[in-house]
């Protein structure tokens, strides 16, 4: 089956730039999405067909996908960007694949 | 504003059955594809069920199919998860959600306990 990584954890102080990475094998030939889920809260998706930003989603958060690692960058960090970030992807091999989460600190 | 409520959650018996369900409001529910996606802390997010919108086009998670039935009723704006067999693995936050290849909005979850 297929296995997408990432980072259990990742800190970064405020007003810099965290780099979150997702694994998987040749994973910039399928599409990655991102979400976002603060403590007690239910995902929020972020990002969408590797680079694209739903509605309300600020410009400081943003993707990439090639090779074998796609990678959601979020700008100018601040304290709500907190919480675990999931990345996923699908075909028609797979169905639907979630990573671990990256659980983000901002010290 | 988009709103979905699940609910139905609870102790299940090993063996046993729960249904859940979700209330959708603030978007065309009948013209949208659905999900139901489970949660816990070991295995993280899994998605386990998806109902087009008409309710003709069904896919599982091998891990439930055979087990679970997803359905919907579009005049009442509501989708379900019918859970047969639990497993003590089946304990999970489920949540349901929009979307096909990826979930455009979530509800806020209903928990299941799977425990004698």
């Known amino acids: 089956s297929y296995e997408l990584a990432q980072p259990p954890s990742l800190s970064v102080l405020p007003g810099q730039t965290a780099s979150l990475t997702c694994s998987g094998n040749?994973?910039?030939?399928?599409?990655v999405c991102w979400y976002q889920q603060r403590p007690g809260q239910s995902p929020v998706l972020i990002i969408y067909?590797?680079?694209k930003r739903p509605s309300g989603i600020p410009g400081r958060f943003s993707g990439s996908n090639s090779g074998d690692t796609a990678t959601l960058t979020i700008s100018e960090t601040q304290a709500l960007d907190e919480g675990v970030y999931y990345c996923q992807t699908w075909d028609s091999a797979t169905d639907v694949v979630f990573g671990g989460g990256t659980k983000l600190t901002v010290l | 504003e988009v709103q979905l409520v699940e609910s139905g959650g609870a102790l299940g018996q090993p063996g046993g059955s729960l249904r859940l369900s979700c209330a959708a409001s603030g978007f065309s529910f009948s013209t949208s594809e659905m999900n139901w996606v489970r949660q816990t802390p070991e295995k993280g997010l899994e998605w386990i069920a998806y109902i087009n919108s008409g309710g003709g086009n069904i896919h599982y998670a091998d891990s439930v199919k055979g087990r679970f039935t997803i359905s919907r009723d579009n005049a009442k704006n509501s989708l379900f998860l019918q859970m047969n067999s639990l497993r003590a693995e089946d304990t999970a936050t489920y949540y349901c959600a929009t979307g096909t290849n990826y979930f455009d909005y979530w509800g806020q979850g209903t928990r299941v306990t799977v425990s004698s």
């Open positions: 040749r994973l910039g030939e399928k599409f």
């Open positions: 067909q590797d680079q």
